[in-house]
């Protein structure tokens, strides 16, 4: 079974610095996917990036960016001109390309960023 | 607001007590998911339907089962109610079983079990 670990529990950024959190998995599959989720105040969750493990090119969306490291089995977020409403619980989540997995998603345990003024 | 529907928002109940969840996915969405979120278990999958069929199942008790519908909600049942099934479920939709595709995630339901 894969497992996803988180080992900040929580984080703090000045306003307009950068941040990253980190996440490591363990999985012995291949073709797989990898997905970072932000949760507010408010609980939703929302898809803040993603990335294809055959890709080896960094997912990047704005002022958001990962840094993939297959062999190391690494994935960290990095957050660029951190903004107040960056403010959340992250989760990193794994989500294997087997068909018989189906679509689920492995969390870790989150890691919650407080973003100072 | 991702398109996905899910009621009642909160829930508060007894122990041994059975209660029913439900989610409606976004338009054109085939498949729903099932996550619980709690303080002792973080996020885990629970279970996936697809166009009405089992898809995929996590580590969802013997309590609760699920079902999707022809029109493609879900319900999610959570029969002899304890206190560690106090939590927030999630529903999620996506357009397809086993794809790239985004999981939209609904506002959740609280689930309170006193």
């Known amino acids: 079974a894969q497992t996803v670990t988180q080992s900040q529990p929580e984080m703090s950024v000045q306003e307009a610095e950068t941040v990253t959190l980190s996440c490591t998995y363990d999985t012995s599959e291949s073709d797989y996917y990898l997905f970072w989720y932000k949760q507010p105040p408010s609980r939703q969750m929302i898809l803040v990036i993603r990335?294809?493990?055959?890709?080896?090119q960094n997912a990047t969306e704005n002022r958001f960016s990962v840094n993939f490291q297959k062999a190391a089995k690494s994935f960290s977020l990095k957050i660029s001109d951190s903004q107040l409403g960056d403010a959340a619980m992250y989760f990193c989540a794994y989500r294997s390309a087997r068909e018989t997995s189906g679509s689920r998603l492995t969390f870790g345990e989150g890691t919650q960023l407080t973003v100072n003024p | 607001d991702s398109g996905v529907t899910q009621t009642p928002k909160h829930l508060i109940t007894a122990t041994g007590q059975r209660v029913t969840l439900r989610c409606s996915p976004r338009s054109g969405d085939l498949s729903v998911y099932w996550y619980q979120q709690s303080l002792d278990q973080g996020l885990q999958f629970l279970i996936q339907?697809?166009?009405?069929?089992?898809?995929a199942k996590g580590n969802i008790l013997e309590r609760f089962s699920a079902q999707q519908f022809p029109d493609l909600h879900s319900e999610l049942n959570l029969s002899s109610l304890e206190l560690g099934d106090s939590a927030l479920y999630f529903c999620?939709?996506?357009?397809?079983?086993?794809?790239?595709?985004?999981?939209?995630f609904g506002p959740g339901t609280r689930l309170t079990v006193l």
């Open positions: 339907y697809y166009n009405g069929e089992e898809r």
């Open positions: 990335q294809e493990a055959y890709k080896q």
């Open positions: 999620a939709s996506s357009v397809e079983a086993n794809s790239y595709n985004e999981q939209f």
